[in-house]
Structure formats: C-alpha cells, structure tokens
C-alpha cells in the first residue's frame, strides 16, 4: 500500500502562482511514476503532469510552459509550480502515483484562481 499526502493549493488571483506538493509513504518502489491530475466538477479527470523516478517530466499543453513538476526522491515527494494561473485551471487537484501497474490517489486539493 501506498499513502498520498497533499498539501497546498488555495485561493490565488489570475496571474498568481501557487505550490502544490504530494508525500508519498509506505511500499514505495524505486522505479515509479507520479503524477498531477485535476478534475472539475461533470469532467473527466485529466492529466496535468508526469514526473519518472529519473526526473524526466511531460506536461498537458495546457499547462506547458505555466506549471513545472519536480520530484525529491530522498522524500518520496512530488511537487507542481503553477505560475501565471489562469481562472480555466480551477480544479481539484490529485496527485497520483503508479508502479508495478498499481495506481494510487492522494485524496485531492482545491486550487481556486479568481479573474
């Protein structure tokens, strides 16, 4: 089993930035991907960004260039810089790990960007 904590997110104005971070803990495998998604209300979840366990990175078009995903290994924590917030990026937000094709969900955070 695999726990997910996030943490951050909030209210912020069009043009803001916010900080999202995700801890994961338990039977963590060195090989893994972990991921951002965020979902609004009558939509399917979607993908934001994809960070592998060798720091490679992948985003939606939507967010490239706004959003930057990282990851520490030592803590087993993924993180997601969104700059110039626009009011479309308000979602909740789930971070997502996977390995050995099991998947695991954090329980969601609220971004909110206000125009």
């Known amino acids: 089993q695999v726990q997910l904590v996030e943490s951050g997110g909030g209210l912020v104005q069009a043009g803001g930035s916010l900080s999202l971070s995700c801890a994961a803990s338990?039977?963590?495998?060195?090989?893994?991907?972990m991921a951002w998604y965020r979902q609004t209300p009558g939509e399917q979840r979607e993908l934001v960004a994809v960070?592998?366990?060798?720091?490679?990175?992948a985003y939606a078009d939507s967010v490239k260039d706004r959003f930057t995903a990282s990851r520490d290994n030592a803590k087993n924590t993924v993180y997601l810089q969104m700059n110039s917030l626009k009011p479309e990026d308000t979602a909740v937000y789930y971070c997502?790990?996977?390995?050995?094709?099991?998947?695991?969900w954090g329980q969601g955070t609220q971004v909110t960007v206000s125009s």
């Open positions: 997502n790990y996977m390995a050995l094709g099991v998947n695991y």
């Open positions: 338990g039977s963590i495998f060195s090989i893994n991907v």
């Open positions: 960070v592998g366990s060798g720091g490679n990175t």
